[in-house]
Structure formats: structure tokens, C-alpha cells
């Protein structure tokens, strides 16, 4: 039994009519009765009866159309299936990304690649700039997305955001339904920010900023994640500078308030958001997902 034999024996199925069907098939009518006469043998019933008025399915043919379409499309899958796996289009993915690109665009790449490469199977490990590093280094991890300017030279980079610090604050503070916020009017209050060991550039750069802007913030709380900060300032325990995507993580009790840049120090430097990979990686499924990511900037 062939392949071609079930294509045959589908389409005449379909047509109940020898001419049409070898029409549909490109074919003369006698390499297709032929075809039949070789299935039939094949599989040991007689699959159809032709008179000189018509051509019916016997019991034996209909049971078999189900199988037959079966068959046909389990060699589609598998050789589609082959194929992907040769150009590198199935297998998986692991991608590394910080807590803020849940609200900055990742979900919408993710979707969009997922939907034109359902073969390839895409994990995500939440993990610190500094823990991405150690883990493309030692290739525990195929690209990341991190938040750092000391980016090792064997990695290749794309700018994927860059935002704005805001201001949080409980939404009972005394400032927080100011239209802009003064960052010196913060002077004296707990402050909560993200971890030196975890994210040192803005760890160092908010610190940075409060000082140009004549203090010294009382840091209270180093943490992990912003998104844990965002959640110890909406119980009221202190303040914090964070990336203006958390305001689409709706945490309540939290307000986010721009930063008044007039008349004191600049605000903190953009939050940017760095595509990392491999250069020397020449795996065809990390193109097409940086490609991606490249095509989510248009």
C-alpha cells in the first residue's frame, strides 16, 4: 500500500466517478483503475463496485475512507513535523526576561511567535539582569531580557524600551494626588528599592538621583522584584522610584505619579530594556525569535 493508492482511492471516494476523479488527479482513468485494483489487493476487500451507470462505496470502502484520511494526514504532520525539525522551526526555546515585561511588550512577541511556530516550545525563566548573564554565558539560556548597561562583548544586543521613572506611593500618602512630584519631596521618607545583587545599574542610579537631588534616601527595603516593591509601597510602608510599565500591573493601593523634572536635578536616567543573545549562535529557531523582537519595534 502507497501513499498514492489512498490519494486515489479518497478522491474517487469523493467522486463516486472514475472520469472525474482521474480529471481531479491529472491522471488517464486506467493508471487509476489500476491504483485501485493494487489497494484493493493490498488490503484484501473489495473497496468499490463500478457498473456501467455508477460506482458505490461497498461496506469494506466506507469503513475505510476514515482510515485512509487518517493515514494521509499522519504523513502530512510527520513529514511537516521532519521537516521543521530540519530548518531548526521545532524543538525548544528558553528565554529569560524580568518581572516589568509582563506590562512592556513580551506577552504580545510571545503570542505573535507561538501563533507562526507552534512546533517550537518557548519556556520563561524569571530571572534578575545579573542571574541572565550567568545563564547565557553558560548557555542555560538561549536570549534574555534584561535591564543592564554592562553587557559582556561575545553578547549581541537590541534596545527593546526604554521608560520613564515614576514615582509610588500608598494612594493615602500626602502626595499622591499631585499632578507631578518634586523626587526632594521624598526627603526623609522609608524608601523601597530593587536589590544592588540583583539589578546594581539602577539600584546605583536611583541612589544616584536622590542624592543630585539633595538627599540621602533612607532605604529600608531591598528586594527582589519591582513588582514586590510596588506591593510593599501599597501597604504603606515607604516610597520608591520605579519603572512607569508598573503602573499597568493595577496593584492596590499603590499610585504612580510622573516626576517633576523643573527646577531640581534631572530625573533618573531611562529604564531600558536589552534583548541579549549569543553572537556566535547560529541556531535558526534564535533568529527567528530575535527577528521577532526586531519586528515588535516597527
Known sequence: MEFRHLRYFLVLAEELHYGRAARRLSISQPPLSLNIQQLEASVGALLLT????????????????????????????????????????????????????????????????????????????????????????HDRLDLGFAHTTRVPPELSQVLVASQAFVGCLPAGHALASSAALALRSLKGEPFAVVSRT??????????????????????????????????????????????????????????????ESAGEAEAPAPYETHCLWKTHRSDVALAAFVQAVKDSLT
Not at 57 to 80: H, I, K, M, Y
Not at 110 to 130: G, I, M, N
Not at 207 to 218: E, H, K, R, S, V
Not at 245 to 250: C, D, E, N, P, R
Open 50 to 137: 463500478r457498473n456501467s451507470k455508477q460506482v458505490v462505496l461497498t461496506a469494506a470502502g466506507r469503513a475505510f475512507v476514515p482510515a485512509a484520511r487518517a493515514l494521509l494526514e499522519q504523513a502530512s504532520q510527520a513529514a511537516d513535523l521532519a521537516r521543521d525539525v530540519g530548518q531548526g522551526m521545532a524543538g525548544s526555546l528558553s528565554i529569560g526576561f524580568a518581572g516589568t515585561l509582563l506590562y512592556s511588550g513580551l506577552p504580545d512577541i510571545l503570542a505573535r511567535f507561538q501563533a507562526q511556530h507552534p512546533l517550537l516550545r518557548v519556556t520563561l525563566k524569571e530571572l534578575s539582569s545579573s542571574e541572565q548573564l550567568i545563564e547565557l554565558a
Open 198 to 259: 540583583v539589578s546594581p545599574d539602577y539600584h546605583d542610579r536611583i541612589i544616584q538621583t536622590c542624592l543630585q537631588a539633595g538627599f540621602y534616601p533612607d532605604v529600608r527595603y531591598e528586594l527582589q522584584h519591582w513588582l514586590s516593591v510596588a506591593s510593599l509601597v501599597s501597604r504603606g510602608m515607604g516610597v520608591a522610584l520605579v519603572p512607569e510599565a508598573l503602573q499597568k500591573s493595577a496593584v492596590p493601593g499603590a499610585v504612580f505619579v510622573a516626576l
